[in-house]
């Protein structure tokens, strides 16, 4: 579907009824190591809306994940939610008992804390959200990035809750500041903000995120069967809960879960939507007896923009990686399914010697056909197609093809390899899977940020 949106200013209070604000309270008492070490800035934040939100989540499917996201990922099930509170600092994560019962009571202090300033505007509301204005503590979220196994310091979350609420405001600034008080590794800011039309209305998407190291996501509706991937998004459309949660599971696969800079799975990994109908778009509700707006047409439409911000947003993480200088599109075709082409793509992605070769911008196709042959995917090298291709262009220039070395220059293949950004294609000739991955190279740089220095304890450990 061509695009039917504009982008705008906001990010995640440019939708109608959106107010955040951000505060330091100084989260990160203990040493948090050199990836989180920011001085006196922003550590806290609330996302706040007026009304009733259809809530979505999406979380980490690490087998160890923090406490926010075991609360979250619950509360997200449901139909509706109000608030976010989010910390950077402190991931809360292997804390046991307390840090789930402290994830508790930062949703328990937020929700206090918002009820007592919260306007309570009735007339705004659509007559198909549920009416209730008084919010608890079940309609927030809670998440968390920073340092692995630490205490959460609370008497400075409380006081930083406390301080936040009275700051809640839709601006531009208030959300830029949001966008840098989740930062941890990130060296610059990532959001967008997009605007549509649905029954003739204007419709906006708002969203931030932060990201920049352990990152690898593998996000699902449940969640849990340092550095963190977390994203933020807000919308004014009028849509259900149901669909809601289907259209950003749709868009986080096609986004956040195909993105790599290390291969590592975060423990606190979370993408959380919350729309709240102030648009005033005819409702959006899955196809059923008794609803009379069918959402095919605009649904599509809502679900192409929601797909592009998530997209965008992914990509900022990417190219924003811990020690990154190349951004790498990577199409594997011709699997014998879209499981073995994936998995070819993580084997190739994930590779060190391929992600060094990629830092020294070496078209390097061997060490790529080692690494598809230790995936999962049937290979079979007399019929591998390895190819490069400039961002700007569509023409491939095969390095590796049916089973032996091209004659294309090796300087040509090199003037891409050696660009900020480019394009790998692998062709199994297997079948008809395929898999786009977005990955990056592996430098010294993220070597020297990520092996902790004994004379310094507080890079050591989390």
């Not at 061509?2 to 990160?28: E, T």
């Not at 979350?157 to 609420?165: F, N």
């Amino acid at each position: 579907m061509k695009n039917s949106f504009r982008q705008i200013l906001g990010s995640i209070c440019a939708p109608r009824g959106f107010r955040c604000a951000a505060v330091f309270c100084d989260i990160k008492k203990i040493g948090t190591g050199k990836g989180s070490e920011k001085g006196r800035k922003h550590d806290l934040a609330l996302i706040v809306s007026d009304v009733p939100a259809a809530v979505a989540g999406m979380f980490t499917s690490n087998q160890v994940c923090a406490a926010p996201v075991r609360i979250s990922a619950q509360r997200a099930a449901k139909n509706f939610a109000r608030a976010i509170v989010v910390n950077s600092g402190n991931a809360n994560a292997c804390t046991g008992k307390q840090g789930l019962e402290d994830a508790r009571y930062m949703t328990r202090w937020a929700a206090k804390a918002v009820a007592a300033v919260c306007d309570r505007r009735k007339s705004e509301v659509p007559a198909l959200i549920e009416r209730r204005y008084r919010i608890q503590a079940n309609d927030v979220l809670v998440c968390s990035t920073g340092r692995i196994g630490v205490p959460m310091p609370m008497k400075n979350v409380e006081r930083g809750i406390r301080e936040c609420v009275p700051l809640l405001a839709r601006s531009a600034r208030s959300a830029r500041q949001v966008t840098k008080a989740i930062m941890t590794t990130d060296t610059r800011r990532k959001e967008i903000a997009i605007e549509l039309k649905i029954d003739n209305r204007g419709v906006r998407i708002g969203g931030i995120c932060k990201g920049a190291g352990m990152i690898q996501p593998g996000m699902t509706r449940s969640g849990g069967r340092h550095a963190t991937m977390l994203a933020f998004i807000t919308s004014d459309a009028a849509i259900d809960s149901r669909l809601l949660k289907c259209a950003l599971e749709i868009a986080v696969s096609q986004s956040f879960n195909r993105i790599t800079v290390d291969g590592d799975m975060s423990t606190n990994d979370s993408v959380i939507m919350l729309a709240n109908g102030l648009a005033g778009n005819r409702w959006l509700a899955p196809r059923r007896s008794g609803i009379r707006v069918s959402p095919h047409r605009d649904f599509r439409i809502f679900q192409a923009a929601l797909n592009h911000v998530c997209l965008e947003l992914a990509k900022m993480i990417v190219r924003d990686g811990e020690g990154t200088t190349r951004f790498i599109t990577l199409h594997v075709h011709g699997a014998r399914n879209a499981r073995e082409a994936e998995s070819a793509a993580r084997s190739i992605a994930n590779s060190s010697l391929v992600r060094t070769s990629w830092c020294g911008g070496d078209p390097n196709w061997g060490r790529i056909l080692c690494a598809l042959g230790h995936s999962s995917a049937h290979v079979d090298e007399k019929i591998i197609d390895v190819g490069y291709a400039n961002r700007a262009s569509r023409k491939i220039i095969f390095a590796f093809q049916r089973g032996r070395p091209t004659n294309a220059a090796l300087n040509a293949l090199a003037q891409i390899a050696s660009a900020p950004e480019f394009d790998l294609h692998v062709d199994l000739h297997c079948g008809h899977g395929k898999f786009v991955l977005y990955a990056s190279d592996l430098t010294e740089d993220y070597v020297t940020f990520n092996k902790g220095d004994m004379n310094d304890p507080s890079s050591l450990g989390g």
